[in-house]
C-alpha cells in the first residue's frame, strides 16, 4: 500500500526558513507528478509548487523565489524548503504524488509563521 509521510512543520518567526519532507513507500513505481499543496483557515486548498509530467515546475506567483521543491529518489523523499517566510504562508500543507496505481496524499503538516 503506497503512503506518503509528511514532516518538518512547525513555528517559525516571519522571515524564517523551515523544510517540509515527504517520504512514500516506495512502491508508486513511475512517478507522473508530485508537487505541494496548502490550506489556510477558511479557503480552499492551492497549490503551491507542482513538478508534473514532462518536468517544468510551477510555483504560485506568492511563493516563487522563496520556495524550491526538490527530490531525493534514493531516499525516496521529496521537499519543499520554504525561505523568507511570511504570516500569511500559515497553513497545512499536504505534500501530493502521483503514479500509475493513482493519486496519494500526505496527511498534512502544519506550518505557522508568527512572531
Known amino acids: 500500500q503506497v503512503r506518503l509521510v509528511e514532516s518538518g512543520g512547525g513555528l517559525v518567526q516571519p522571515g524564517g526558513s523551515l523544510r517540509l519532507s515527504c517520504a512514500d513507500s516506495g512502491n508508486i513505481g513511475s512517478i507522473y507528478a508530485m508537487g505541494w499543496y496548502r490550506q489556510a483557515p477558511g479557503k480552499q486548498r492551492e497549490s503551491v509548487a507542482i513538478v508534473p509530467s514532462g518536468g517544468s515546475t510551477y510555483y504560485a506567483d506568492s511563493v516563487k523565489g522563496r520556495f524550491t521543491i526538490t527530490r531525493d529518489n534514493a531516499k525516496n523523499t521529496m521537499y519543499l524548503q520554504m525561505n523568507s517566510l511570511k504570516p500569511e504562508d500559515t497553513a497545512v500543507y499536504f505534500c501530493?504524488?502521483?503514479?500509475?496505481?493513482?493519486?496519494?496524499w500526505g496527511q498534512g503538516t502544519q506550518v505557522t509563521v508568527s512572531s
Open positions: 501530493y504524488v502521483s503514479g500509475r496505481a493513482g493519486q496519494y
